[in-house]
């Protein structure tokens, strides 16, 4: 029943998207030569006839470039993002926000109530930056019923309380073939940072296939609060480094659920204490569990079979009295389970190539267990090392994305146990992935940060080379309008720095450094008080 289900509702979007009207959106509509960069909200704006009708639904996004959401948008139309040009070598088009006004906060991205899709863009969807206390609540806040919201081959990171957070009835939500991470407060004992949160609605479907989900701080999903759901999907991901302060998977009022072939790494590292199931309803102020059905519907049934779920030695060191193991199940996720348990799970300990530790995971669960008073808890949020080291971006817990492989050993047991005999996990991140984690238009080598950030008096800009030439770097405001330029000579190889005296004539505000080089570009944002 549920591949007919999931037949149908692809079939739908591919129809829509077949049908849509398409435009290429150019790279450099407001910014310059130097720092090229188009207000896309603006563009869509823009894009309708005089009498207010939309005259396209389907926006292409340059490779390699960079794309601002500047306010919030409440569009009644459906709106798709795609990516065109050569984004094996350019990278996938940078989707990032800024606030125009030069104020610091950045605002929601999306409060529409049009149907929205994303395809193979870069998304960062949070606050950013040295100075974030936390990320943004929720800046794609859809509104409308009986609309779909899709994800597909997306890099999606930064935001307190995930991809989504739905306020409409009868939506669907897939994502699929996507990495997710930093989902949930910097460093704050929070339960938020889950991917999909249909808050206090009724939902369609969930679709959640193929992904890569790592420094997530919540669920994977919360049900929480949603009065039902038709159907859920969570299959073939690979999820690491996972805080789970609420448990793994949270199902109320679910009709239909299908949970397989998932490769599940530590999952809920914080563990289950009573005074952690706040949260909870069927076991509240009892214990945590990873799986959970609320409540159930007349006829509501589960197929879970075929995922590895494992513990490290590392992991389950830390649990004890204080920090203990979670269970698997709830009593109503047993009841509604259709195939024999022990064919829902399987452990086969194994390492993933080369992902970010988990040891500043574990430090922060017993930290936030111990004492919840203490705000300065471990920053869980793992930042590039590429431009991140020995910045105030670097709180400790680094890693170069370039080095990414969420793969395991082909011989192992798992690499064959899925359901269709093949590997568990989202097994198609398993190729060479240096041409697709980062845009190269925004070249992390260059690490350029600006510091302190803040800034009153003085800013210092710091990069590095690896091929000598020319060095263009220029200050500009939030509406693209250049300042000044700050140095462009012939630079040799190695690391350089400049420093801006005098910031005493600019208004406080936000600006960006943007800097051009033989080896790409890079840009930082950073405020004058």
């Given amino acids: 029943m549920h591949k007919f289900y999931l037949y149908f509702l692809f079939t739908c979007v591919c129809a829509a998207t077949l049908s849509a009207q398409t435009v290429t ?15 896309i909200d603006l563009f869509i704006d823009r894009d309708s006839t005089a009498a207010g009708v939309q005259q396209n639904d389907t926006y292409l996004l340059e490779a390699g470039g960079i794309y601002f959401f500047t306010k919030v948008n409440r569009w009644d139309f459906d709106v798709t993002l795609g990516a065109t040009g050569d984004v094996e070598t350019l990278g996938k088009p940078l989707v990032d926000r800024l606030n125009p006004t030069g104020g610091s ?29 936390a990320y943004e609540t929720a800046s794609f806040r859809p509104e409308g019923n009986g609309k779909t919201y899709s994800w597909n081959n997306c890099i999606i990171e930064k935001s307190r309380q995930g991809t989504i957070r739905s306020e409409g009835d009868s939506v669907s939500v897939f994502i699929t073939n996507s990495i997710l ?9 929070q ?37 039902g759901l038709n159907y859920f999907e969570f299959s ?48 509240k102020g009892e214990k945590v569990v990873l799986f959970s059905l609320d409540s159930l519907v007349p006829g ?6 075929n995922n590895n779920v494992h513990y490290t030695d590392d992991v389950l060191a830390h649990y004890g009295d204080t920090i203990m193991k979670p269970d698997y199940f709830s009593p109503n996720f047993l009841l509604a389970l ?5 064919d829902a799970t399987f452990s086969e300990v194994l390492e993933l190539d080369t992902v970010p530790d988990r040891a500043p995971l574990i430090q922060y669960a017993e930290e936030a267990i111990n004492d919840r008073s203490n705000v300065g808890l471990t920053n869980i949020m793992v930042e590039d090392s590429l431009f991140a080291v020995g910045t105030e971006y670097d709180r400790g817990y680094l890693f170069n994305f370039d080095r990414f492989s969420p793969c395991y050993d082909p011989n192992s047991v798992s690499a064959t146990a899925a359901t269709d005999g093949g590997a568990v996990g989202a097994t198609g991140f398993c190729a060479d992935l240096s041409t697709s984690l980062r845009p190269q238009a925004y070249n992390s080598f260059l690490r350029l940060t600006a510091a302190p950030n803040p800034a009153a008096a003085q800013v210092t800009f710091s990069y590095q080379t690896t091929m000598s030439g020319e060095v263009a770097l220029e200050l500009y405001d939030v509406r693209g309008v250049h300042i000044r330029t700050i140095a462009r000579q012939e630079m040799p190889v190695g690391v350089h720095s400049t420093t801006l005296d005098d910031l005493s004539g600019l208004p406080s505000s936000m600006y960006i450094a943007h800097i051009q080089t033989p080896e790409g570009r890079m840009y930082v944002k950073f405020f004058k008080q």
């Fill in 25 to 39: 959106v150019p790279a450099n509509l407001d910014g310059t030569a130097d720092f090229p960069f188009t207000y």
């Fill in 105 to 133: 906060d950045l605002v929601e991205i999306y409060r529409g109530t049009g149907s929205f899709y994303w395809d193979n863009i870069y998304l960062i969807m949070g606050d950013d930056g040295p100075t974030a206390a």
């Fill in 181 to 189: 991470r930093n989902f949930g407060d910097y460093g704050l004992f």
């Fill in 191 to 227: 339960g938020n940072g889950r991917v999909v949160d249909l808050r206090t609605n009724f939902g369609d479907s969930v679709v959640i296939t193929g992904n890569v989900i790592h420094n997530i701080l919540d669920r994977i999903y919360i049900g929480f609060r949603q009065r």
């Fill in 236 to 283: 073939h991901n690979t999820v690491f480094n996972h805080v789970g302060r609420h448990g793994f998977i949270q199902l109320t009022n679910t009709k239909e659920s299908v949970i397989n072939d998932n490769f599940i790494q530590n999952p809920s590292i914080m563990g289950s204490t009573p005074s952690l199931a706040n949260e909870q309803i069927e076991l």
């Fill in 300 to 305: 509501a049934t589960i197929e879970m079979l």
């Fill in 338 to 342: 259709t195939n024999p348990v022990d």
